[in-house]
C-alpha cells in the first residue's frame, strides 16, 4: 500500500524559514516525480513544485520561485521543502503528492500526505 | 492560464441520488488530461478520475468522468455517505496544471 507521511510546518514569523518532509513507502520511490500542493483552509489547491524522480529536475511556481527549495533521496525514500523569506501569503496546509503515472511529471496526483500546516504571523 | 470554472457550486442532494458536476474550462484541455479529486473534511484530496473518463485505482464504477475541450462532468450514480465532501478538477494539459474552485456536495 502506497502511504506518505508528512512532518514538520508550524509558526513561523514573516522573513523566516521553515523545512516539510514527506516519508514514502509501497513504492518504487525513484519511478515517481513527487510534488507539493497547497491549500489556504477553506480554499482552493495550489500546485507548488515537482521533483523528477532522479531529483535532476525540479520546477518551481512562479509564487514560490526564488524562496523554496525542493529535494529528494531516493536512498531514504523522502521528500523534502525547505522554504525561505516566507510571508502571509504562504500560510496553508501543504500536502506532498505522487506524481499519477511512471517517469512523469503529469501534474495530476494519484497518492497524497496527511498535510502540514504552515501558518506565516507576526 | 487555464481558468476551470465548476458548477454547482454546491450540491444538497439525498443517499441514493445521482449527482452531475460540471468542469468548464477557459480553453481547450489539451488531451483531454483532466482530473477529478474528492476532498472529504479534513482529508487530503483523493484522485478519482484521470484523462477525462479514467477511474483511478479502488474507484467504484458509480464514479464516471466524460467530456472533451472545455466541458467536462463528473457523474456518481447511488450517492453513498461516504461520497459527500467538495469536489475538484484539475487541468493538466498545460503544466503545471490548475484547479477548479471546487463543488460542495452536501447531504439533503
Known amino acids: 500500500e502506497v502511504f506518505l507521511m508528512q512532518s514538520g510546518g508550524g509558526v513561523v514569523q514573516p522573513g523566516g524559514s521553515l523545512r516539510l518532509s514527506c516519508g514514502a513507502s509501497?513504492?518504487?520511490?525513484?519511478?515517481?516525480?513527487m510534488h507539493w500542493v497547497r491549500q489556504v483552509p477553506g480554499k482552493g489547491l495550489e500546485w507548488v513544485s515537482f521533483?523528477?524522480?532522479?531529483?535532476?529536475?525540479?520546477y518551481y511556481a512562479d509564487s514560490v520561485k526564488g524562496r523554496f527549495t525542493i529535494s529528494r533521496d531516493n536512498g531514504k525514500n523522502s521528500l523534502e521543502l525547505q522554504m525561505n523569506s516566507l510571508t502571509t501569503e504562504d500560510s496553508a496546509l501543504y500536502f506532498c503528492a505522487r506524481d499519477g503515472l511512471r517517469w512523469g511529471p503529469h501534474y495530476f496526483f494519484d497518492h497524497w500526505g496527511q498535510g502540514s500546516l504552515v501558518t506565516v504571523s507576526s | 492560464e487555464i481558468v476551470l470554472t465548476q458548477s454547482p457550486g454546491t450540491l444538497s442532494l439525498s443517499p441514493g441520488e445521482r449527482a452531475t458536476l460540471s468542469c468548464r474550462a477557459s480553453q481547450s484541455v489539451r488531451s483531454n488530461y483532466l482530473a477529478w479529486y474528492l476532498q472529504r473534511p479534513g482529508q487530503a484530496p483523493r484522485l478519482l478520475i484521470y484523462g477525462a473518463a479514467s477511474r483511478a485505482a479502488g474507484i467504484p464504477d458509480r464514479f464516471s468522468g466524460s467530456g472533451s475541450g472545455t466541458d467536462f462532468t463528473l457523474t456518481i450514480s447511488g450517492l453513498e455517505p461516504a461520497d459527500f465532501g467538495v469536489y475538484y478538477c484539475q487541468q493538466y494539459g498545460i503544466s503545471p496544471g490548475t484547479f477548479g474552485q471546487g463543488t460542495k456536495l452536501e447531504i439533503k
Open positions: 521533483v523528477g524522480g532522479e531529483g535532476d529536475r525540479t
Open positions: 509501497g513504492f518504487t520511490f525513484d519511478d515517481y516525480a
